[in-house]
């Protein structure tokens, strides 16, 4: 059952994919996104405490339970970001939805590293998830339908802000799965067996294009 079911109400999202992948995940979309993450900084206060820290050099994959940092989103927050989006990109087809992907634990990973735009980025999200959580996670279907469906609709700043947000978050990390290329179509560096070389109408046009040159 997805976190999203109108019939039954939302579960509370269940992590799909281990830290090492949400890592990794983080540095392909920063690269994709915005060029590199960056210099990190110490991260802000929240509740008093500061809950990330700067630490010079990137984790290491291999002993990513290592990583300086902790994650930050609550059960809620994972909840609600799964219910997103999966409204953003449902199942649909043979493509899985996002939340089957693991997308929630990638954007708790985005928001609790201490580069400079994540540290941007953590408010925009953190808050918007509270704001749409305390209207879908206890609410029937309708009511969440109703929600859900206001957010690109929404014309306050923090709104348009946090959908804009998460939208490219969410669609960045699903098309750079497996899964999001193979939706796409693309195939990526896939071994052919063999090579027919170019059609007969591509030589018919070289041949006219070197025949103007002189060639």
């Known amino acids: 059952m997805s976190a999203n079911s109108p019939e039954t109400g939302p ?13 990794a995940w983080v540095g392909v979309v920063g690269a994709a996104v915005v060029g590199g993450a960056g210099v990190v900084v110490y991260g802000p206060k929240m509740g008093g405490e500061v809950i990330t820290r700067g630490y010079g050099t990137d ?30 990109l449902p199942a649909s087809g043979s493509a899985p939805s996002a939340s089957s ?3 929630p634990d990638f954007v708790n990973e985005w928001v609790s590293a201490p580069y400079p735009d994540q540290v941007k980025d953590r408010p925009v999200v953190m808050n918007g998830l509270n704001a749409l959580g305390a209207k879908v996670l ?21 709104t348009v802000d946090f959908w804009k947000k998460f939208r490219g978050l969410t669609i960045g ?12 179509g693309y195939i990526g560096n896939v071994a052919r067996t063999v090579d027919p070389g170019p059609s007969a109408e591509v030589k018919a046009a070289v041949e006219v294009a070197l025949k103007q040159l002189g060639l």
């Not at 579960?11 to 890592?23: G, M, N």
């Not at 206890?138 to 923090?158: E, G, I, N, S, V």
């Not at 990390?173 to 796409?184: H, L, N, P, R, S």
Request: proline share 8%; glycine share 2%.
């Open 11 to 23: 579960e509370p999202y269940v992590s799909k994919i281990d830290r090492r992948t949400a890592l």
């Open 59 to 88: 984790p290491k994959l291999t002993k990513p339970e290592k990583a300086p940092w902790s994650r930050i989103m609550t059960a809620d927050q994972l909840t609600t970001a799964a219910i997103l989006a999966d409204y953003i």
């Open 101 to 103: 992907l693991g997308v």
């Open 138 to 158: 206890k609410a029937p279907a309708a009511d969440r339908a109703a929600a859900l469906a206001a957010l690109p609709k929404a014309t306050d700043k923090a």
């Open 173 to 184: 990390a699903y098309y750079t799965t497996e899964a999001g290329f193979k939706d796409i």
